[in-house]
């Protein structure tokens, strides 16, 4: 029987065409979620052409768990603080918690939007 608790690992280069067929060929760091081995979400970092940029997705069976949600939000900042100095993110239309999960995570909306700029957000390395 197959477990339906979550699990959070690393994501793997083998995971990328899984989940992301469209970043094949970015370098990407993140983290997947799993239940009973299929990948339930996907939450990291690719490299664009000009800056870095967040990306997550997350499947309705994950939803159930927010807790894991929490935990996997926690080591993405971890992620963001270790590696980068500022991150960029496109807030999605069509997810309801887009804003929440992008402010839990330690963006806010990027202050210079313009039109071509809407709904974008920036996590940027708190300054000491």
Known sequence: MKSTTPIIRPLKA?????????????TL????????????GVMGVYHGREAPVAFSQLSDKLRKHPKT???AIRLFRQLLEQ????VYAAASKDEASTFRTLARAGFSP???????????????IPSP
């Not at 083998?14 to 970015?26: A, G, N, Y």
């Not at 760091?29 to 339930?40: D, H, K, N, P, S």
């Not at 590696?83 to 500022?86: I, M, V």
């Not at 039109?115 to 957000?121: C, E």
């Open 14 to 26: 083998d995971d990328v065409p899984l989940v992301l067929s469209d970043l094949k060929s970015t």
């Open 110 to 124: 990027y202050t210079k939007s313009t039109d071509q700029h809407r709904g974008l957000w920036v996590w940027q």
């Open 69 to 71: 949600i929490v935990h």
């Open 83 to 86: 590696h980068y100095t500022c």
């Open 29 to 40: 760091r993140g983290f997947v979620a799993e239940i009973g081995g299929e990948i339930v």
